[in-house]
């Protein structure tokens, strides 16, 4: 059974930083595409990022060079790297398959940009 669990979310200025964690269960990790979505207060959730097997990464372009995602094979762990934040990247953030599976979200981790 493979099991999402975000961390690393919490309250920043406009303009800083934060780095979100993504564990995953699972033996076969290093053979997962993996994604970051995101869903703000009264919106649909949408896609954020996504990297493949062989690290090959996309970004949205709302957030396309201000974040950045990656993994650690070795922990079973990806990334987001979120620099430059913005009020409009309040939301809560989720990590799930490249194509998402509804059975597998998790509890996601909350991000709130505000002065």
């Known amino acids: 059974q493979v099991q999402f669990v975000e961390s690393g979310g919490g309250l920043v200025q406009p303009g800083g930083s934060l780095r979100l964690s993504c564990a995953v269960s699972?033996?076969?990790?290093?053979?997962?595409?993996l994604g970051w979505y995101r869903q703000a207060s009264g919106k649909e959730r949408e896609a954020v990022a996504n990297?493949?097997?062989?690290?090959?990464?996309t970004h949205a372009d709302s957030v396309k060079g201000r974040f950045t995602i990656s993994r650690d094979n070795a922990k079973n762990t990806v990334y987001l790297q979120m620099n430059s934040l913005k009020p409009e990247d309040t939301a809560v953030y989720y990590c799930?398959?490249?194509?998402?599976?509804?059975?597998?979200w998790g509890q996601g981790t909350q991000v709130t940009v505000s002065s």
């Open positions: 699972g033996n076969i990790f290093s053979l997962f595409h």
């Open positions: 799930n398959f490249a194509r998402p599976n509804s059975r597998y």
């Open positions: 990297i493949t097997s062989e690290k090959t990464t």
